[in-house]
């Protein structure tokens, strides 16, 4: 068969308006960013001070606004801030929501993958189908839902199972419960699409050697579907990292996410050039350990292949 290509300038134009829209939307703003967060902004109201004094020749670079967020002002530890402990919590509410997507959402990819075709589309629509509410009504909603007097602990009292409420709201559960609901579509639409792609004649021949149901789904589907799970697992972990609006509704006072104290630092305190540290040593936080996973996938998948 015949292979198609594009033209030079073709293909020149397809590679450059994605490469495009990224300088845009996502280098630009960065820099300027880690501009901002080199600025030693002083009594000044505005973030935008010059870097570069051309009076006397000199770069002005302040970097207290990252050296702070390593080394405690008190003692002078490292590692012993309220940033770090704010990074390391909002990396475990990331992984553990992560976790419970891909739990929660697997079995049903599973499930819609081996459906009926014409089921499908309907099944996806389910799926979908938050998103066609506002994202902070949907938030809300989980308030009504777990507060004291809501409709779970009404429930519970009416069952004759509790006899007083039980505090679900701004726990560490609630903020799971809600970060879980917000995200598992993230989950399922990357599972969903690697596995209605896989080819299930495989299982029957595993059946057919006398391998178990678990063991056919442990040894042949679950790797198949690798490509999946990471992108998935990815899709909710990376915003998830960075999640405001959650944390604020649902969590409590010991819930405090670094994007939490991102908006405190710019809003309250109006401490932009620390804040914009923060912002950047999250990115930082995010894109190195997924840059160095695609760079050895792509060796191993480059290896593989010869």
């Not at 002002?73 to 509410?93: N, Q």
């Not at 391998?211 to 442990?218: D, I, R």
Request: charged share 10%; proline share 7%; net charge neutral.
């Amino acid at each position: 068969m015949a292979k198609l290509s594009l033209p030079v300038p073709g293909r020149r134009f397809v590679i450059g308006v994605p490469f495009a829209w990224l300088v845009v939307f996502f280098l630009l703003p960065f820099l300027i960013l880690a501009y901002i967060s080199f600025v030693d902004m002083g009594g000044d109201i505005h973030p935008f001070k010059p870097l570069w004094d051309s009076a006397t020749g000199t770069l002005h670079l302040k970097y207290e606004n990252y050296w702070s967020i390593f080394r405690s002002a008190e003692d002078g530890r490292l590692f012993h801030t309220i940033y770090i402990e704010a990074y390391l919590r909002s990396v475990w509410y990331a992984f553990c929501t992560a976790a419970l997507c891909l739990f929660i959402g697997y079995p049903f990819a599973y499930f819609m993958a081996r459906s009926r075709p014409s089921v499908r589309p309907a099944l996806l629509m389910m799926v979908m189908l938050p998103f066609w509410t506002s994202f902070l009504l949907r938030v809300y909603a989980w308030k009504g839902i777990l507060a004291d007097q809501g409709v779970v602990n009404q429930v519970l009292m009416a069952l004759g199972i509790i006899h007083e409420p039980i505090q679900m709201l701004y726990t560490n559960v609630s903020m799971l419960v809600g970060m879980t609901y917000v995200y598992l579509p993230f989950m399922v639409l990357p599972l969903y699409a690697n596995l209605v792609k896989m080819d299930f004649r495989l299982l029957e021949a595993a059946y057919d050697l006398g391998t178990t149901p678990f063991k056919a789904f442990w040894l042949i589907t679950v790797p198949l579907s690798k490509a999946g799970i990471v992108a998935g697992f990815m899709l909710v972990f990376i915003p998830c990292v960075g999640e405001f609006v959650i944390p604020s509704l649902l969590g409590g006072p010991e819930n405090i996410m670094i994007g939490r104290v991102v908006w405190d630092e710019m809003f309250t305190s109006n401490n932009w050039p620390r804040a914009t540290a923060l912002s950047v040593v999250m990115i930082g936080l995010i894109i190195v350990p997924l840059s160095l996973y695609y760079y050895y996938s792509g060796e191993s998948a480059a290896e593989a292949r010869q």
